[in-house]
């Protein structure tokens, strides 16, 4: 099976802008989890998505938003960036037995 | 004080000794325990899990738990200079899907 997909792979924006980052789950998961990973903070939970719902969000200001589609891709929007925004944006994607796999992530550079 | 907590390292190991790497959680809620392995500028990459109390053993490697303690350990059996990367424990609830992961530990492993 193909693994999690993420696009795009990198990214550069200015502050104020807002972003779009996509992720393709790999065949048959249909839970999508994101996180975010800077050196300070390491690697923090966004939130999760399952069958279109948001079921569990960090602790991420509203700037912050997602969401997913019926073939299970998902999306998320970052509004009006902030300098400390810039991170790798990893997406996962999990199977029925718990385990999350993944992808290769987005690193976006917020100027 | 962080709910999961890892010896940020270096951890410098010779080439063919055992490489133990620790983590401790506060939360008791924790079910599952996950170790994820990163390459400099690449996504983690699942190692194993484990939910039992115990030893589960996977090629060189070996998971412990013990949630009476409330401590997560990997062992590294015969380390290579390609396991050289930053290990990341993660534990997650049963009933949830968030991954709370520690801040890594960072594991050189000289020739």
Not at chain 1, 46 to 53: P, R
Not at chain 1, 57 to 79: A, D, H, I, L, T
Not at chain 2, 32 to 44: E, L, T
Not at chain 2, 88 to 94: E, G, M, T, V
Request: aromatic letters at 12%.
């Amino acid at each position: 099976k193909a693994g999690v997909t993420q696009t795009p792979r990198y990214l550069i924006k200015t502050r104020g802008q807002q972003v779009t980052l996509s992720c393709s789950p790999i065949s048959g998961h249909r839970s999508v989890s994101w996180y975010q990973q800077t050196p300070g903070q390491g690697l923090q939970f966004l939130f999760e998505y399952f069958s279109e719902t948001q079921r569990n969000k960090g602790n991420f200001p509203g700037r912050f938003s997602g969401r997913q589609f019926s073939n299970s891709r998902s999306e998320m929007n970052v509004s009006t960036l902030e300098l400390g925004d810039s991170a790798l944006y990893l997406c996962a994607s999990r199977d029925n037995q718990e385990t999350q796999y993944f992808g290769p992530g987005t690193r976006l550079l917020v100027l | 004080q962080k709910e999961v907590e890892q010896n940020s390292g270096p951890l410098s190991v010779p080439e063919g000794a055992i490489a133990s790497l620790n983590c401790t959680y506060s939360d008791r809620g924790s079910q599952s325990f996950f170790w994820y392995r990163q390459y400099s500028g690449k996504s983690p990459e699942l190692i194993m899990f484990i939910y039992s109390n115990g030893d589960k053993e996977d090629g060189r490697f070996t998971a412990q738990l013990n949630k009476a303690s409330q401590y997560v350990s990997l062992l590294i059996r015969d380390s290579q200079p390609s396991d050289s990367a930053t290990y990341l424990c993660a534990a997650s609830k049963a009933a949830g899907n968030k991954l709370t992961f520690g801040g890594g530990t960072r594991v050189l492993v000289k020739p």
